[in-house]
């Protein structure tokens, strides 16, 4: 694969937008498709192709990245009207960074190579910074020879890409990921509202909490945004880890896994969204924990 390659793209949010900057960046071509104009006039803007469609944008390329929201959202992206699915060319290779269920992405491969389509389940971590630095964490499966037909973009915006085996083991991972990111975002969350009710400096809480064994990335990344109560600009939303943490729970009961901290994340983070705040960042979990502070 070559720098000159051309690459489908859907899905222009926080993510998107970072990887797709970094293919541009290595020479990479870009047909992008967002269902929002703003986002399609960034990707002109930055020298990329906004497409009018899935079906204009599939009949230019055979390597696709999606970085939607969820399986539903892939589901339409593939099967739905207009969709990738009979518009793509045989050969093709779909590369899903969602954060999906694995017993969907497994049945999705077959889906797909029915119609001569190869699925590589690359789910990311590393947040929207790490899309923008070139920086995520990838966690692929699929065929091997499909991997090796995604590795050469997927090492663009990817600064550790693992291969783990059949398709859905990336998705497992990611699940097993979400699991601590929730758990650590909600501590976080709880720890400085608590501070807050003890009436601790919340600044030099932060920089105390940070320096030494109780720190974590969330923490860092998440708690200014805590303390100052500014939720407005999202990276990722609430309701994200609402969604995640749905997968998390499913894969502890059907494995029969007690995972008492995840369900209190899950609690956490379902609670936020009750009251209304399910569109904000997800560092307005802390929010959660004011009502016990105002009923003091």
């Known amino acids: 694969m070559t720098a000159a390659t051309k690459v489908g793209f859907i899905g222009l949010g926080a993510m998107g937008r970072g990887a797709v900057g970094n293919l541009l960046a290595k020479g990479f071509e870009v047909v992008g498709c967002?269902?929002?104009?703003?986002?399609?006039?960034?990707?002109?803007?930055?020298?990329?192709?906004?497409a009018g469609s899935l079906a204009e944008m599939a009949a230019q390329v055979r390597i696709v990245v999606c970085f939607v929201v969820n399986a539903q959202q892939t589901e339409a992206v593939l099967f739905g009207k207009g969709g990738l699915v009979g518009n793509l060319p045989a050969g093709a290779v779909f590369i899903a960074c969602s954060t999906m269920d694995p017993g969907y992405v497994r049945t999705l491969e077959g889906r797909l190579a029915a119609h001569s389509i190869s699925l590589v389940d690359a789910p990311v971590t590393g947040g929207a910074v790490g899309a923008e630095r070139g920086t995520l964490t990838i966690m692929g499966s699929g065929t091997p020879e499909a991997f090796e037909l995604a590795r050469p973009v997927l090492e663009v915006f990817g600064a550790k890409v693992h291969y783990l085996g059949p398709a859905g083991s990336g998705a497992q991972m990611k699940v097993?990921?979400?699991?601590?990111?929730g758990v650590h975002l909600a501590a976080a969350g709880e720890a400085l509202a608590l501070a807050k009710r003890q009436g601790l400096p919340l600044d030099l809480t932060l920089e105390i909490l940070g320096s030494g064994a109780a720190g974590s990335w969330?923490?860092?990344?998440?708690?200014?945004?805590?303390?100052?109560g500014e939720f407005d600009k999202v990276t990722s939303a609430v309701d994200i880890f609402v969604k995640d943490m749905s997968l998390v729970l499913d894969a502890t009961r059907e494995s029969r896994f007690p995972a008492a901290l995840a369900h209190a994340a899950y609690l956490?983070?379902?609670?936020?969204?009750?009251?209304?705040?399910?569109?904000?960042?997800?560092?307005?979990?802390?929010?959660?924990?004011?009502?016990?502070?105002?009923?003091?």
């Open 218 to 228: 969330m923490l860092a990344d998440r708690g200014p945004r805590m303390i100052a």
């Open 268 to 296: 956490a983070f379902l609670g936020t969204t009750a009251r209304g705040l399910g569109t904000q960042d997800d560092a307005a979990v802390t929010t959660n924990y004011d009502i016990a502070r105002s009923a003091a």
């Open 34 to 50: 967002d269902v929002r104009p703003d986002a399609l006039d960034w990707l002109r803007e930055k020298g990329g192709t906004p």
């Open 176 to 181: 097993l990921n979400q699991l601590l990111c």
